[in-house]
């Protein structure tokens, strides 16, 4: 808020009140024109490219216009006290903001209403301080500027009767929307309205005062300046001069102290207002009431999660105060978090460059009267939530998480909203008199008792609102979430009428009740949702100031444990939201608070908290979905409640404002206030001199500047207590100072961990020269690179696994949902990267935008000669030397894959998924720097100032860029699953011992994540095929078989490739085995395990950075049977078989454990290289006597048939009855599947079918009860040697032990597995 200084004069950062301004026009410079505007328009037509000289033909507040509606030049007439040393007077921006517009003109015809606005000052370091406007307009004395009114007049109808004569054919009505665009439709009717005669016209000219406080005290500040204005426009003079009341309120009124309420004097009535204690909610002045009525329930809560999630927010309204409450309003409903970036709730025309700036920020935009939206230029709106308040309309990004629990979350404000009488859909039209209007209908309804409209305890308001739309779809969507809405009801004592209108009391009491509860509802959600955050804030430095050192390498929150803690349908809006700065800022609060004193917050959040622990106690692990609705409505706000008077003081009298403005105007609450803590000094005479401030009706009186430009020299009570508190504050303070480090370096440390993530520090209002605005852009380009380097870094240390683990970056996994949430932040930041000093604005995607246009020249020089692409992949070669031909490198080709794909339908749409695709392809930097390589088109494209066209920092940017080659992304697959992707498939086989093409007729059918290709004939006699199908994902096993037609039909396969021609990634699919009868197991058919191909680039990556590559499928040919061509197999030795079961059933352990979205492909495990079938047949070969001479030789599934065979004859002998009908059903289960499996109607061989044994007895929990059964049957002695690992009782118990642990899991195999099996 207000910063703290030194106290001066009055204990200044205890004042109620900093300045009191005076605005308006200067008698003695005259009559000049806004330069604002003049640039403003000089902007306008830089951006669209037209010449400046045609500006003021293009603008809204254009010279063309009749003399009263141009913009003239304000100042800053007074402004006391001089200057204050914690709170510095900024003239510009003050004037800027009191009268955005400029000066205004009226004569007697026009409507001249008082008009009230507040604005915010946010300083550099964040602190704010509020300005409180009341606008009027005052009779023109100078002949000097009434003549120079007529002057303008005479020269402007010259010029208009010229325009008429050279277009004698121009008709009526299009000369008027020459002369003034959709104002007047007539001539006659134009010089009617907008002329102004000497003679004949009295000229007005607004005038503002304004009050600027640190702290929002919006309803006294109102009444304070309502009653000053009041006394200027009386027929009596005021009581005392009016010096007395501004020198009062200026000196000698203390802030209250938080929790106490204070009294002081306006120049009629005294004025109360009051500051919520220590544990109570922030102050918020500003009526919410308001703010639900101007956008309506449903369309707040969408600009509330764009706000939470850190979007730019653009409000839109021809009324600042309207962009006030509406700003502040929203920002209040933050609560425990705070907006920590650029915060300008009424950017004056003047500073529409602001809206360039590449960070997110929440803005107001004075529409002018009759533009429409399509008008409006906006740099950037691939990430923009563009609020029209007026028009009740909003425009929101593309993509964004929705607000956990939304649909009970509105049902819950609906509730609370109609027991205040305001419909959730809002009022769409606000105006005064549609509210006065309301509120007569709403007495006379009240009233009518001959339709049983009689005072009763409750009225039922689904009845009374039935036909509303908005409820009813409430109703229906509450209806499927179990909730009903028909016992709703509304007390009538809320709208209770003493003479059938609520008095303007009554009307802030309620307002001040609607705001409380509604803030406690909002408050309410953030409690329950951030309940248990403590458990994962990460405390990890002993100090302050290690912590402060090495804040930007520290991780403070365990954000996947937290989320892995969260219910499902949370995810996607946590997911997010604990990435944005604000939760970051909160949690550093949190930590700070080890050292320093809570922010006051945070202290009111975790003392809610606390309380919720004490009512429910919950276990923290059991989250559910489940709605908690807010439990403390009944109890909000009876503190302050308690504080309302009963008593003495009365609403003012009547004066000018009109009827309707008494309604917006509503008075303070805190009038209500029963027991007054502190009442300030009365206002007194002060030592003027005579004959000064002379009163004139009508007239703001000249102040005398040497009495109000200092305070009372004696220090009051409140004055010197709170000097004192400063004093002990300040000795405290350089207490800890020397306690750490040397004061100089701790600040520095503060400042850099306090901006940390800021891109951007406030911009001023102030300073519009070229040098200030170029500094500011070089700050956004900071800033930029800055985001780049902290969000490459997070998504490198979040992928990297293990080895960042080892360097101490935390936890060594990332969700699929975090990996999503962070390549979406990147989506963004590239987006407001190209948005930065843009020329010319086509289409809401910047970078779409550059690509297409770059895309455009490309194709026009194709046909002459070949573009320049980047080199192209590598040659996937094998032994034969049959290859997958190259797939070329172009970022034209990436493009037009994204162009083609039907699902996407936006500019912004087709940006994120181009940049998806070339981050999966390892290609995102070389793309973006081939398009940058086009210097022409970014000149053509891009302001100087642009972060695209500073060299230095655009190749630091790519570097960041080029960082994350080194981990593999699957973020276009994995995202766009319902695409059609061309694949190609190559079968390689080995030529030096079989026939490279077979006489018989193959197939192949691809398996991936997502789905199967289905069963796919191969040309005969081609080796290679395309085929197109719908995205598989992840590619995880091939079929290929033949149906063993003609004379070669024996095949010897190594491998298959399958490519992606889209995303370019490879699987690489070992076989070695023969395909044929009478040939190795006598397969036709075989089931083979993918493994990504990584490139040649990638491997000399991975060696330059030693990542650990991802985890990837068999990288060897599949172990052959012992039966191999070979027979070089070199035979693992007990130990190691042993050795090997442990660890394939630890990895399926293992992948049980992670959360569902970070799991791996099971079917490795089971069947991959290392896998469960693998360890298992090296089990079964060890001391197998498989080959023999002269004989054929034999396979472990003749060893399972024989059992079967024993099985099904003999009757079996145990122990008890009990172990006999458990090896019983055993026995009748695994012959059963024996059975299946044999009599599929599939061509698998002997070693395939005991994969699928292997993979039955696991899902079904099945094999720890067969291996006892095998060991133990007479077959065994006669298939095995005595050393046997199956004939040895303890191996045999320690792998049944070792099996059992699986029982837990519910295992799912994949179709391809276990196709034609039915058990």
């Known amino acids: 808020m207000s910063g703290s200084g030194n106290p001066g004069p009055g204990a200044a950062p205890c004042r109620f009140a900093h300045y009191f301004v005076l605005c308006g026009i200067d008698a003695e410079s005259g009559l000049e024109p806004d330069e604002l505007a003049v640039l403003y328009q000089y902007l306008q037509a830089d951006l669209h490219g037209k010449s400046s000289d045609t500006a003021d033909k293009t603008s809204g507040e254009n010279f063309d216009q009749s003399p009263l509606r141009r913009t003239f030049k304000s100042?800053?007439?007074?402004?006391?006290?001089?200057?204050?040393?914690?709170?510095?007077?900024?003239?510009?921006?003050?004037?800027?903001?009191?009268?955005?517009?400029?000066?205004?003109?009226?004569?007697?015809?026009?409507?001249?209403?008082?008009?009230?606005?507040?604005?915010?000052?946010?300083?550099?370091?964040?602190?704010?301080?509020?300005?409180?406007?009341?606008?009027?307009?005052?009779?023109?004395?100078?002949?000097?500027?009434?003549?120079?009114?007529?002057?303008?007049?005479q020269m402007h109808n010259a010029e208009q009767y010229s325009s008429v004569c050279a277009s004698s054919s121009c008709s009526m009505d299009s000369l008027a929307s020459s002369i003034d665009e959709g104002d007047a439709t007539s001539l006659a009717k134009l010089q009617r309205y907008n002329s102004y005669d000497i003679s004949r016209d009295t000229l007005y000219v607004s005038k503002c005062i304004c009050l600027i406080t640190p702290l929002p005290f919006m309803q006294a500040c109102k009444k304070f300046l309502i009653q000053l204005y009041k006394a200027v426009t009386s027929q009596q003079p005021p009581p005392l001069p009016l010096e007395s009341y501004i020198h009062n309120i200026l000196y000698e009124v203390p802030l209250p102290p938080p929790g106490r309420s204070l009294k002081f004097y306006g120049v009629y009535e005294p004025i109360i207002c009051q500051r919520p204690g220590p544990n109570e909610l922030p102050l918020s002045d500003y009526p919410l009431r308001e703010v639900f009525e101007l956008l309506g329930l449903e369309n707040l809560v969408q600009v509330f999660t764009c706000v939470l999630l850190e979007m730019q927010i653009l409000l839109y309204s021809q009324d600042y105060q309207r962009l006030m409450t509406v700003a502040e309003g929203i920002t209040t409903l933050l609560f425990p978090f705070q907006w920590q970036h650029v915060y300008v709730p009424i950017l004056p025309a003047s500073l529409l460059h602001f809206l360039d700036a590449p960070v997110p920020y929440l803005m107001g935009l004075q529409s002018?009267?009759?533009?429409?939206?399509?008008?409006?230029?906006?740099?950037?709106?691939?990430?923009?939530?563009?609020?029209?308040?007026?028009?009740?309309?909003?425009?929101?990004?593309?993509?964004?998480?929705?607000?956990?629990?939304?649909?009970?979350?509105?049902?819950?404000?609906?509730?609370?909203?109609?027991?205040?009488?305001?419909?959730?859909?809002?009022?769409?039209?606000?105006?005064?008199?549609?509210?006065?209007?309301?509120?007569?209908?709403?007495?006379?309804?009240?009233?009518?008792?001959?339709?049983?409209?009689?005072?009763?305890?409750?009225l039922n308001m689904y009845e009374l609102l039935k036909g509303n739309e908005t409820i009813a779809r409430l109703q229906a969507l509450a209806k499927r979430t179990g909730v009903s809405m028909e016992k709703m009801t509304i007390s009538t004592p809320l709208t209770e009428e003493k003479d059938g209108k609520l008095s303007c009391e009554e009307l802030e009491l309620r307002d001040y009740k609607l705001n409380v509860q509604l803030r406690e509802v909002f408050a309410n959600r953030f409690t329950q949702m951030f309940a248990d955050y403590e458990a994962f804030v990460i405390q990890a430095a002993p100090d302050m100031e290690s912590w402060l050192t090495n804040r930007e390498q520290m991780q403070n929150f365990d954000k996947a444990s937290f989320l892995s803690d969260q219910p499902e349908p949370y995810l996607p809006f946590l997911s997010h939201f604990i990435e944005t700065q604000m939760f970051a800022t909160f949690i550093d609060n949190k930590i700070m608070s080890q050292w320093e004193e809570k922010d006051p917050f945070l202290r009111v959040f975790d003392s809610r908290i606390e309380k919720i622990r004490l009512y429910n106690v919950r276990a923290p692990a059991l989250r559910t979905s489940?709605?908690?609705?807010?439990?403390?409505?009944?109890?909000?706000?009876?503190?302050?409640?308690?504080?309302?008077?009963?008593?003495?003081?009365?609403?003012?009298?009547?004066?000018?404002?009109?009827?309707?403005?008494?309604?917006?105007?509503?008075?303070?609450?805190?009038?209500?206030?029963?027991?007054?803590?502190?009442?300030?000094?009365?206002?007194?005479?002060?030592?003027?001199?005579?004959?000064?401030?002379?009163?004139?009706?009508?007239?703001?009186?000249?102040?005398?500047?040497?009495?109000?430009?200092?305070?009372?020299?004696?220090?009051?009570?409140?004055?010197?207590?709170?000097?004192?508190?400063?004093?002990?504050?300040?000795?405290?303070?350089?207490?800890?100072?020397?306690?750490?480090?040397?004061?100089?370096?701790?600040?520095?440390?503060?400042?850099?961990?306090?901006?940390?993530?800021?891109?951007?520090?406030?911009?001023?209002?102030?300073?519009?020269?070229?040098?200030?605005?170029?500094?500011?852009?070089?700050?956004?380009?900071?800033?930029?690179?800055?985001?780049?380097?902290?969000?490459?870094?997070?998504?490198?240390?979040e992928k990297m696994g293990h080895e960042a683990v080892e360097l101490g970056h935390g936890e060594a996994n990332i969700?699929?949902?975090?990996?999503?949430?962070?390549?979406?932040?990147?989506?963004?930041?590239?987006?407001?990267?190209?948005?930065?000093?843009?020329?010319?604005k086509q289409g809401k995607s910047a970078l779409w935008s550059h690509l297409l246009q770059y895309q455009e020249r490309e194709e026009k020089q194709e046909h002459s000669a070949e573009s320049p692409v980047?080199?192209?992949?590598?040659?996937?070669?094998?032994?034969?030397?049959?290859?997958?031909?190259?797939?070329?490198?172009?970022?034209?080709?990436?493009?037009?894959?994204?162009?083609?794909?039907?699902?996407?339908?936006?500019?912004?749409?087709?940006?994120?998924?181009?940049?998806?695709?070339?981050?999966?392809?390892?290609?995102?930097?070389?793309?973006?720097?081939?398009?940058?390589?086009?210097?022409?088109?970014?000149?053509?494209?891009?302001?100087?100032?642009?972060?695209?066209?500073?060299?230095?920092?655009?190749?630091?940017?790519?570097?960041?860029?080029?960082?994350?080659?080194?981990?593999?992304?699957?973020?276009?697959?994995?995202?766009?699953?319902?695409?059609?992707?061309?694949?190609?498939?190559?079968?390689?086989?080995?030529?030096?011992?079989?026939?490279?093409?077979?006489?018989?007729?193959?197939?192949i059918?691809?398996?991936?994540?997502?789905?199967?290709?289905?069963?796919?004939?191969?040309?005969?006699?081609?080796?290679?095929?395309?085929?197109?199908?719908?995205?598989?994902?992840?590619?995880?096993?091939?079929?290929?078989?033949?149906?063993?037609?003609?004379?070669?039909?024996?095949?010897?396969?190594?491998?298959?490739?399958?490519?992606?021609?889209?995303?370019?990634?490879?699987?690489?699919?070992?076989?070695?085995?023969?395909?044929?009868?009478?040939?190795?197991?006598?397969?036709?058919?075989?089931?083979?395990?993918?493994?990504?191909?990584?490139?040649?680039?990638?491997?000399?990556?991975?060696?330059?950075?030693?990542?650990?590559?991802?985890?990837?499928?068999?990288?060897?040919?599949?172990?052959?049977s012992i039966t191999s061509l070979t027979g070089r197999n070199t035979r693992p030795n007990t130990g190691q078989i042993q050795e090997g079961i442990g660890e394939a059933v630890n990895n399926i352990v293992k992948h049980f454990h992670k959360p569902e979205k970070e799991r791996g492909s099971l079917t490795i495990l089971l069947c991959g290289e290392n896998g469960l079938v693998a360890a298992l047949e090296q089990v079964f070969h060890h001391g197998f006597k498989s080959a023999r001479i002269f004989h054929k030789n034999v396979f472990i599934w003749d060893f399972i048939e024989k059992a079967v065979a024993y099985f099904e004859t003999s009757d079996h002998i145990g122990d008890n009855e009990e172990a006999l009908?458990?090896?019983?059903?055993?026995?009748?289960?695994?012959?059963?599947?024996?059975?299946?499996?044999?009599?599929?109607?599939?061509?698998i061989g002997k070693d395939g079918k005991f994969q699928i044994l292997v993979c039955l007895g696991t899902r079904d929990h099945l094999l720890f009860q067969w291996i006892p059964l095998l060991a133990e049957c007479p077959p065994i002695t006669r298939m095995y040697e005595e050393n046997a690992l199956l004939r040895d009782r303890m191996t045999v118990n320690s792998l049944i032990r070792v099996l059992q642990t699986l029982q837990d899991f519910n295992i799912i195999l994949e179709g391809s597995l276990i196709k034609g099996v039915d058990v």
């Open 1221 to 1243: 009908l458990l090896q019983r059903s055993s026995c009748k289960t695994f012959c059963h599947y024996v059975n299946a499996i044999n009599t599929a109607p599939r061509n």
């Open 870 to 1003: 980047g080199g192209g992949t590598e040659r996937r070669k094998s032994d034969t030397g049959i290859t997958l031909p190259t797939l070329r490198v172009s970022l034209i080709q990436d493009m037009r894959h994204v162009q083609n794909m039907s699902e996407i339908k936006t500019d912004v749409g087709r940006a994120r998924a181009w940049i998806r695709l070339s981050l999966e392809k390892k290609l995102l930097s070389q793309h973006l720097k081939q398009l940058l390589s086009n210097q022409a088109l970014a000149k053509k494209l891009y302001k100087r100032y642009a972060f695209l066209r500073c060299e230095e920092e655009r190749e630091q940017f790519l570097y960041h860029l080029l960082s994350l080659n080194a981990v593999d992304y699957f973020c276009f697959t994995s995202v766009f699953t319902t695409i059609m992707i061309p694949y190609r498939s190559v079968i390689i086989p080995i030529k030096k011992l079989s026939n490279a093409i077979t006489t018989s007729n193959p197939w």
């Open 368 to 458: 002018k009267e009759g533009t429409d939206r399509s008008k409006l230029e906006l740099p950037q709106e691939a990430n923009l939530c563009f609020v029209d308040i007026d028009n009740h309309f909003i425009e929101l990004p593309e993509e964004f998480p929705q607000f956990p629990n939304k649909l009970e979350f509105i049902q819950e404000i609906s509730e609370v909203l109609l027991q205040f009488g305001i419909p959730p859909e809002g009022n769409l039209h606000c105006s005064d008199s549609a509210t006065k209007l309301k509120n007569l209908v709403l007495s006379d309804l009240v009233n009518d008792k001959k339709n049983g409209n009689i005072p009763s305890n409750a």
């Open 626 to 797: 489940n709605y908690q609705k807010c439990s403390t409505l009944k109890e909000a706000g009876q503190l302050s409640i308690q504080r309302l008077v009963l008593a003495d003081i009365v609403a003012p009298e009547p004066h000018i404002l009109s009827c309707e403005k008494q309604q917006s105007d509503t008075q303070s609450i805190e009038q209500r206030l029963m027991k007054i803590d502190h009442t300030a000094i009365h206002p007194h005479l002060l030592d003027m001199k005579i004959g000064q401030g002379k009163y004139e009706q009508g007239f703001f009186p000249k102040l005398q500047s040497d009495v109000l430009a200092t305070g009372p020299t004696n220090n009051n009570r409140w004055a010197s207590r709170s000097a004192t508190t400063q004093r002990r504050k300040d000795r405290l303070r350089q207490h800890s100072e020397h306690i750490g480090l040397d004061n100089d370096m701790r600040e520095k440390y503060m400042q850099e961990a306090r901006s940390l993530g800021k891109n951007l520090r406030q911009p001023k209002l102030s300073d519009l020269s070229p040098a200030v605005i170029a500094q500011t852009n070089w700050k956004f380009v900071e800033g930029l690179l800055k985001e780049c380097r902290m969000k490459t870094k997070r998504m490198l240390v």
């Open 75 to 153: 100042k800053v007439l007074a402004h006391y006290p001089q200057n204050i040393e914690w709170n510095p007077f900024d003239q510009d921006a003050v004037n800027m903001l009191c009268m955005p517009k400029g000066l205004s003109f009226r004569t007697q015809a026009d409507n001249r209403d008082p008009q009230l606005h507040s604005f915010i000052i946010t300083r550099e370091d964040g602190s704010r301080t509020y300005g409180f406007v009341l606008t009027f307009f005052e009779e023109v004395t100078s002949k000097q500027i009434c003549t120079a009114m007529q002057t303008l007049y």
């Open 815 to 840: 969700t699929g949902l975090e990996e999503n949430t962070l390549i979406a932040s990147l989506c963004d930041l590239l987006e407001r990267i190209w948005s930065h000093g843009l020329q010319v």
């Open 1005 to 1120: 059918c691809v398996s991936g994540e997502l789905g199967d290709s289905g069963v796919m004939q191969i040309p005969k006699n081609h080796l290679e095929m395309t085929f197109e199908c719908q995205n598989l994902g992840k590619l995880t096993t091939v079929q290929i078989g033949h149906d063993n037609s003609g004379l070669l039909a024996k095949w010897l396969v190594d491998c298959v490739m399958v490519r992606n021609e889209i995303t370019g990634h490879t699987y690489k699919f070992p076989c070695g085995r023969w395909l044929g009868k009478g040939v190795d197991d006598g397969s036709l058919e075989r089931i083979l395990i993918g493994e990504l191909v990584s490139s040649a680039a990638d491997e000399e990556l991975g060696k330059q950075c030693r990542t650990p590559p991802q985890q990837k499928s068999p990288t060897v040919t599949r172990r052959l």
